[in-house]
C-alpha cells in the first residue's frame, strides 16, 4: 500500500525534540525524511540522557525514527555544495535553530529560493516577531511564555509545567499541519512558502480555553467552575485550578482502593449532567436525584466540593479498574490515571501500534511512541532511528557525487 507523503521529500535540518517531533511525523506519514547533522557530533540529544554508554539516547532514538542520516558540515563550502543539492532537490527543509544561526551559515530565504523557489521552509522558533523573537527557548519556557504554567497547578501552589510536552511536540505536530497545508496550497501556486510555528503561540493554542475563562472572569467576576467558588477570591488573572475539569461538565480525581500505597490509584470522575441520576444511584445517592440542592447543574456548582467527597467515599472502595467498569455501564465519563508502566505493557495499545517494540543495531530491543494519528490508506511502520551519517553515501549517491568526490568531502571533514 502506498503512503499519504509519497514522493515528498524532506531536509530535516531539526534538532532537539520540537523540529524532529514534526519530520517524524511527516516520515511516518510516508515523506522521505533526509536528517542533517554535523559530522562527528550529530544532533546534541545523540549523547543526552544516556541510559546505555556509547549508544544513541532513548531521547534521540524516539524521536528520529524513519529517518536517513547525512552529515553535512555547513561550515565548509564543501558541505554547502552538498546542502545545495539537497535543497535542489527536496520539496520542504525543516529548521528549529536558534533565531538568526541559518542566517548565519548562509541559508537564507533569498539563497533558498534562487536554487529551488517551489521549497517550502518551515521553521520552529521559541517566539514569533516582538520582543523575544531573539530568544533561545526550551520548552518549559514556551509552557510559561504561552500561559500553561499559570493556568496549572493546585490553586493555591506556585505555577506548575506540565509533563506533556506541549511546547515542543506540541509546537512540532503545528508545523507539521503547516507544512501539509503549505504543500497542498504549491499544487495551486507552484511556489513554495514559509512556514512559522512559534513555540509561545502553540502552546497558547493549545491554551485557547484559559484565553476564554480570562474573558468570562472579565466580564462575570467569578468561574463558579473553579475549585475557587463559592468560597474563595477571584483575582484579576485565571487562576490555577488545581485539577478540575475546566469545561462545562465539572470533574475531579478522587482516589480509589489503594491509594495509600499506589501513587497512581486515583480515576477522574466527571459529573455529567445527562448521567447525574445514574451517580447518585451508583454512589447509593438516590435522593439528590430530586433534591433541590443537587438538581440541577447550576445548583450542584455550589457544593462540587461535598460532591466529590461523597463520591470519592465510594471510588475508595473499588480499586480505578473495577470504578472503570462499573461507571462505563452507566455510560459515565471516567478515565484511571495510568502510570507510564501500566501504558508500556497495556496490550491495547501495542495492537495499534501506538506502543511499538524498535530493534536498533546498537541499542537493543526499546519501546517507543508509534504515530498516534491512523490513515486507513496509510498505515504507518516504524523502523528504527539511523546511526549518525548512515546514509552519507547513498543520499550523496542518489545526488549525483560520485565515490571520489565523496571520498575528497570526507577527507575535508566536509562531510
Ligand atoms: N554544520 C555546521 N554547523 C552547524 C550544523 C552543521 N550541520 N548544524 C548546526 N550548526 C551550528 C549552527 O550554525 C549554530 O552555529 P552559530 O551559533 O555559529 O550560528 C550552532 O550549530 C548552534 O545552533 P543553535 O544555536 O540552534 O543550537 P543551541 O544548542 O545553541 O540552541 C536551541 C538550541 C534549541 C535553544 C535553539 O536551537 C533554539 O532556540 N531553537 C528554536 C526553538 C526550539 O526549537 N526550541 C526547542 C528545542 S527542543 O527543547
Redesign the pocket.
Given at each position: 500500500m502506498g503512503k499519504a507523503l509519497d514522493g515528498v521529500r524532506i531536509l530535516d535540518?531539526t534538532?532537539?525534540?520540537?523540529?524532529p517531533t514534526c519530520t517524524q511525523l511527516l516520515a511516518w506519514l510516508g515523506a522521505d525524511v533526509i536528517k542533517?547533522?554535523?559530522?562527528g557530533e550529530g544532533d546534541?540529544t545523540r549523547g543526552q540522557l544516556r541510559d546505555i554508554p556509547g549508544v544513541d539516547s532513548l531521547y534521540f532514538t524516539m524521536l528520529n525514527h524513519n529517518k536517513r542520516s547525512v552529515?553535512?558540515?555547513?561550515?565548509k563550502p564543501g558541505?554547502m555544495a552538498v546542502l545545495d543539492r539537497l535543497i535542489a532537490t527536496c520539496d520542504v527543509m525543516v529548521e528549529?535553530?536558534?533565531?538568526?544561526?541559518?542566517d548565519?551559515?548562509g541559508i537564507t530565504w533569498e539563497h533558498i529560493q534562487a536554487i529551488n523557489p517551489r521549497m517550502i521552509v518551515a521553521s520552529?522558533?521559541?517566539f514569533g516577531p516582538g520582543p523575544y523573537e531573539d530568544?533561545?527557548?526550551?520548552?518549559n519556557v514556551?509552557q510559561c511564555a504561552g500561559g500553561a504554567a499559570s493556568t496549572t497547578g493546585l490553586e493555591d501552589g506556585i505555577p506548575m509545567v506540565t509533563g506533556a510536552q506541549i511546547?515542543?511536540s506540541g509546537?512540532g505536530l503545528h508545523l507539521a499541519l503547516g507544512i501539509v497545508a503549505a504543500l497542498y496550497q504549491r499544487t495551486h501556486s507552484g511556489r513554495g512558502q514559509k512556514v512559522l510555528a512559534p513555540?509561545q503561540d502553540a502552546v497558547l493554542n493549545l491554551c485557547r480555553v484559559k484565553l476564554r475563562d480570562q474573558q468570562r472572569l472579565e466580564r462575570t467576576h467569578t468561574l463558579h467552575e473553579f475549585p475557587q467558588y463559592p468560597d474563595g477570591k477571584f483575582g484579576e488573572a485565571v487562576p490555577r485550578a488545581g485539577n478540575a475539569s475546566g469545561g462545562g461538565q465539572p470533574g475531579s480525581i478522587l482516589r480509589c482502593k489503594g491509594w495509600e500505597a499506589d501513587p497512581n490509584a486515583y480515576i477522574y470522575f466527571i459529573t455529567q449532567a445527562a448521567v447525574w441520576p445514574a451517580i447518585c444511584r451508583v454512589i447509593g445517592e438516590e435522593g439528590w436525584v430530586d433534591d433541590d440542592a443537587f438538581k440541577t447543574p447550576q445548583a450542584r456548582l455550589l457544593h462540587l466540593k461535598p460532591i466529590f467527597r461523597r463520591i470519592e467515599q465510594w471510588t475508595m472502595t473499588k480499586d480505578k479498574y473495577e470504578a472503570m467498569e462499573i461507571l462505563n455501564k452507566y455510560d459515565i465519563p471516567c478515565g484511571p490515571i495510568l502510570s507510564m508502566k501500566e501504558i508500556a505493557y497495556e496490550p491495547s495499545l501495542r495492537e495499534t501500534g501506538t506502543v511499538v517494540e524498535v530493534d536498533h543495531p546498537t541499542r537493543g530491543k526499546y519501546l517507543t511512541v508509534g504515530n498516534p494519528i491512523k490513515l486507513s490508506d496509510s498505515p504507518t511502520e516504524v523502523t528504527r532511528s539511523p546511526l549518525l551519517g548512515e546514509h552519507t553515501d547513498e543520499v550523496l549517491g542518489q545526488l549525483g557525487f560520485g565515490a571520489d568526490e565523496i571520498s575528497a568531502l570526507r577527507a575535508d571533514g566536509a562531510v
Amino acid at each position: 500500500m502506498g503512503k499519504a507523503l509519497d514522493g515528498v521529500r524532506i531536509l530535516d535540518f531539526t534538532h532537539v525534540q520540537s523540529g524532529p517531533t514534526c519530520t517524524q511525523l511527516l516520515a511516518w506519514l510516508g515523506a522521505d525524511v533526509i536528517k542533517v547533522e554535523r559530522p562527528g557530533e550529530g544532533d546534541a540529544t545523540r549523547g543526552q540522557l544516556r541510559d546505555i554508554p556509547g549508544v544513541d539516547s532513548l531521547y534521540f532514538t524516539m524521536l528520529n525514527h524513519n529517518k536517513r542520516s547525512v552529515t553535512i558540515n555547513t561550515k565548509k563550502p564543501g558541505g554547502m555544495a552538498v546542502l545545495d543539492r539537497l535543497i535542489a532537490t527536496c520539496d520542504v527543509m525543516v529548521e528549529n535553530f536558534a533565531p538568526g544561526a541559518l542566517d548565519r551559515m548562509g541559508i537564507t530565504w533569498e539563497h533558498i529560493q534562487a536554487i529551488n523557489p517551489r521549497m517550502i521552509v518551515a521553521s520552529v522558533k521559541g517566539f514569533g516577531p516582538g520582543p523575544y523573537e531573539d530568544c533561545k527557548v526550551y520548552e518549559n519556557v514556551a509552557q510559561c511564555a504561552g500561559g500553561a504554567a499559570s493556568t496549572t497547578g493546585l490553586e493555591d501552589g506556585i505555577p506548575m509545567v506540565t509533563g506533556a510536552q506541549i511546547g515542543d511536540s506540541g509546537t512540532g505536530l503545528h508545523l507539521a499541519l503547516g507544512i501539509v497545508a503549505a504543500l497542498y496550497q504549491r499544487t495551486h501556486s507552484g511556489r513554495g512558502q514559509k512556514v512559522l510555528a512559534p513555540m509561545q503561540d502553540a502552546v497558547l493554542n493549545l491554551c485557547r480555553v484559559k484565553l476564554r475563562d480570562q474573558q468570562r472572569l472579565e466580564r462575570t467576576h467569578t468561574l463558579h467552575e473553579f475549585p475557587q467558588y463559592p468560597d474563595g477570591k477571584f483575582g484579576e488573572a485565571v487562576p490555577r485550578a488545581g485539577n478540575a475539569s475546566g469545561g462545562g461538565q465539572p470533574g475531579s480525581i478522587l482516589r480509589c482502593k489503594g491509594w495509600e500505597a499506589d501513587p497512581n490509584a486515583y480515576i477522574y470522575f466527571i459529573t455529567q449532567a445527562a448521567v447525574w441520576p445514574a451517580i447518585c444511584r451508583v454512589i447509593g445517592e438516590e435522593g439528590w436525584v430530586d433534591d433541590d440542592a443537587f438538581k440541577t447543574p447550576q445548583a450542584r456548582l455550589l457544593h462540587l466540593k461535598p460532591i466529590f467527597r461523597r463520591i470519592e467515599q465510594w471510588t475508595m472502595t473499588k480499586d480505578k479498574y473495577e470504578a472503570m467498569e462499573i461507571l462505563n455501564k452507566y455510560d459515565i465519563p471516567c478515565g484511571p490515571i495510568l502510570s507510564m508502566k501500566e501504558i508500556a505493557y497495556e496490550p491495547s495499545l501495542r495492537e495499534t501500534g501506538t506502543v511499538v517494540e524498535v530493534d536498533h543495531p546498537t541499542r537493543g530491543k526499546y519501546l517507543t511512541v508509534g504515530n498516534p494519528i491512523k490513515l486507513s490508506d496509510s498505515p504507518t511502520e516504524v523502523t528504527r532511528s539511523p546511526l549518525l551519517g548512515e546514509h552519507t553515501d547513498e543520499v550523496l549517491g542518489q545526488l549525483g557525487f560520485g565515490a571520489d568526490e565523496i571520498s575528497a568531502l570526507r577527507a575535508d571533514g566536509a562531510v
